[in-house]
């Protein structure tokens, strides 16, 4: 393999797993916006998509669409709740951000342990969506499965600029983002908005779960890894902003990659927190946010 | 005998707190039907918090009421429901959204009736041409005035019952503070009842049928403002 074809190779492999870390990356936008919340019970979303699709296909007999689709709507209702057990009783207490991180980390450890309980400690895995032999571009091999991956992230970020900049829900969730007591002031409900924005995150988190399943494993304590490396896609992307998280998780994926080939996996977690110090120094707003 | 009018807006013994600080007592306001009134004071003499009081925005106690019934407490979203809207002190517009965006956005109770929709937004755009010249431009890009505008025509779209302003001269040149009041005395004209908090007093008792005046946190006069014949009697209330 020439050093051309291994680099394409490094690149599309990174491209894939920044598109999970770009989509994790949205939820945190997604809720932070809505309320200024930073909710790291985030990769628990991700963790609980790809389980529960794995239980439905394996102990329901489902087929893997139905069994994806009946899982990222549980979640997204698991999300739900989550605002409305643990974040909204804070925030109508206007709880600080650090008790709010600390509430959803603990949100997130509570429903990691219930599904070691439940299903126990064994990685799980799902088959590939499409189980054909990886394509061929010149020496670079793709899977099917990568390709669903980088579709369905496309697609799944154009909706959400759609969405938001479309749709009266997503501009209302947009004012909420922007001055939370004049959008209420308007009539929006506010409140509203804030259980939305956590059934949409959850459900990205899920549908993240469920597309990175095959081509990984899960298991109850995949969901804290997930959550920092969306967490670092977020704040390199420009925290708040869906499109550059999206942006910070390809280049958080490519980088993992690189540091992966050229060093071993020891070192992927020192390259992704280094990526994260060099723009926390250089350029704290983020790719798409302001210089300084 | 003719009956005295309605009514619709009433505060009795309003008080609001920020923690430890008293920051308004027991005021005692209304508005009838068709009235502009005018809420005058200093810097710091409570005005906004009596706003934010009526609203249910503050921590409160004694009672604010719209056509006889006590507005919700610490709910924004219901008080706007029942058609009393703040134009807040600052504006509150969405900067990063667009003028068209915004006036949406006023109408968001307002589900699907595009008719409606669009003989809201003709009033305001009737009432504020500016803003048709600018609909696609960002809200936070315009001027002050502008601005101001906007956060009045974003107020409109949700057809209120009733208007509560809070300092809508604030940071803007003379010239586009009268623009801005000749096109509340327009409102005013129309029937729409109005609650005008102002630090400017000249300017607010040009179009005032009564103005309290607030100071300290208390309610210390109710004037018609063609009773007064100089600004040195509004003045004495201040150093009262």
């Known amino acids: ?292 | 005998m003719t009956a005295a009018p309605a009514r619709i807006l009433e505060t009795q013994a309003l008080t609001a707190r920020y923690g430890h600080v008293q920051a308004l007592s027991a005021a005692d306001i209304h508005v009838c039907a068709g009235e502009l009134v005018a809420v005058l004071g200093p810097n710091g003499a409570g005005k906004s918090t009596l706003l934010r009081a009526i609203l249910g925005l503050a921590s409160t106690t004694g009672t604010a009421s719209f056509h006889g019934e006590p507005l919700p407490r610490q709910d924004p979203v219901a008080v706007s429901s029942r058609g009393v809207v703040l134009v807040p002190e600052g504006r509150g517009i969405f900067g990063p959204m667009t003028v068209s965006e915004n006036l949406q956005l006023g109408a968001y109770r307002l589900r699907g009736d595009k008719a409606e929709y669009g003989r809201r937004l003709a009033r305001v755009l009737a009432l504020f041409p500016r803003l048709g010249e600018r609909l696609s431009q960002t809200a936070g890009s315009m001027s002050g005035g502008e601005q101001q505008m906007l956060a009045i025509g974003r107020a409109l779209m949700s057809d209120p019952k009733i208007l509560l302003l809070d300092e809508p001269s604030l940071g803007l040149a003379p010239r586009v503070i009268a623009e801005i009041m000749e096109k509340l005395a327009l409102l005013r004209d129309e029937g729409l009842p109005i609650l005008l908090v102002e630090q400017k007093a000249p300017a607010a008792l040009k179009l005032a049928q009564r103005a309290y005046v607030l100071v300290l946190g208390r309610i210390v006069a109710c004037l018609d403002p063609r009773d007064l014949s100089s600004h040195d009697d509004l003045a004495k209330y201040y150093f009262h």
């Open chain 1, 1 to 292: 393999m020439s050093d051309f074809t291994y680099f394409a190779q490094v690149l599309v492999s990174g491209l894939g797993t920044g598109c999970i870390y770009g989509l994790i990356g949205i939820g945190f936008c997604v809720i932070y916006n809505a309320s200024g919340i930073v909710n790291f019970a985030q990769g628990a979303f991700v963790m609980l998509g790809g389980m529960i699709t794995q239980v439905a296909l394996t102990r329901l007999g489902l087929p893997l669409p139905i069994a994806a689709i009946i899982a990222i709507l549980l979640v997204a209702i698991s999300g739900t709740v989550l605002e409305r057990v643990v974040v909204r009783p804070l925030w109508d207490r206007n709880a600080t951000m650090f008790v709010m991180i600390l509430a959803t980390l603990a949100a997130q450890i509570v429903v990691e342990r219930a599904t070691l309980l439940a299903v126990g400690d064994q990685p799980r895995t799902l088959p590939v969506f499409t189980d054909l032999p990886p394509l061929k571009f010149g020496g670079v091999a793709v899977s099917l499965q990568l390709i669903w991956i980088l579709v369905t992230s496309c697609l799944i970020v154009a909706g959400l600029a759609v969405f938001f900049q479309k749709t009266k829900t997503g501009k209302a969730m947009r004012a909420c983002a922007i001055d939370r007591e004049a959008a209420a002031l308007q009539g929006i409900p506010v409140k509203r908005m804030l259980a939305l924005s956590f059934a949409l995150s959850a459900g990205l988190g899920a549908l993240a779960g469920v597309l990175i399943t095959p081509t990984q494993y899960t298991a109850f304590n995949v969901g804290v890894p997930f959550a920092i490396s969306g967490f670092i896609a977020a704040i390199v992307g420009g925290f708040g902003k869906p499109s550059g998280a999206f942006l910070g998780g390809l280049l958080l994926g490519v980088v993992q990659a690189a540091a992966i080939a050229g060093f071993g996996s020891g070192l992927k977690n020192v390259a992704a927190l280094s990526m994260l110090l060099i723009f926390l120094f250089l350029r704290p707003g983020g790719i798409v946010g302001a210089s300084k």
